[in-house]
């Protein structure tokens, strides 16, 4: 006995049905997004100070530099640790009323060096904001090297 079998019929997507859907999906984007409006950037260029030729010398100040290696001097005096500069500053300013200082660093010095450098100078109660940095970049030599 032989049935028969309908014939089948291929199987087709909706295309219509899903262009529709698509349709509507970038309708739902464009509303809901936003978009960046163009702002204007302001360039602006940090000043760097150099080396200007002078008559005039406008402070005579002491010279406190650390290494990258963590060493310190006080003028041409070394100290041996950071430990020791609170002692040796101290020091310094009963030998030297009145005379500024000037932190002079190197750019791989770390950061627990410094914080360490002016801890010691506000115990000392020399203010840090009174002691302008000079930061030493890699390569350059000081005066007289």
């Known amino acids: 006995m032989r049935f ?5 019929k291929p199987t087709q997507l909706p295309i219509v049905s899903l262009i529709d859907i698509l349709f509507i ?9 936003e978009f960046r409006k163009k702002r204007d950037v302001l360039k602006i260029e940090l000043p760097t100070v150099r080396e200007v030729p002078s008559e005039v010398v406008a402070d005579d100040r002491s010279v406190l530099a650390v ?3 963590g060493a310190v001097r006080l003028d041409d ?3 041996p640790n950071l430990r020791l500069l609170e002692a040796y500053l101290r020091a310094y300013v009963k030998e030297n009323p009145g005379r500024k200082l ?3 660093a190197d750019k791989d010095v770390s950061l627990e060096q410094l914080v360490a450098v002016w801890d010691a100078l506000t115990k000392v109660g020399i203010e840090v904001r ?3 940095a000079r930061i030493r970049l890699p390569g350059e ?4 090297e």
Do not use: H, N, Q, W
């Not at 028969?4 to 089948?8: D, S, T, V, Y």
């Not at 999906?25 to 997004?33: A, N, P, R, W």
């Not at 030599?141 to 007289?144: A, D, H, L, N, Q």
């Open 141 to 144: 030599t000081k005066e007289g």
């Open 4 to 8: 028969e079998r309908p014939a089948r």
């Open 130 to 132: 009174d002691v302008p």
């Open 25 to 33: 999906v970038l309708i739902f984007f464009i509303v809901s997004s």
């Open 67 to 69: 290494d990258r290696d």
């Open 102 to 104: 000037e932190l002079e």
């Open 77 to 79: 005096l070394t100290v």
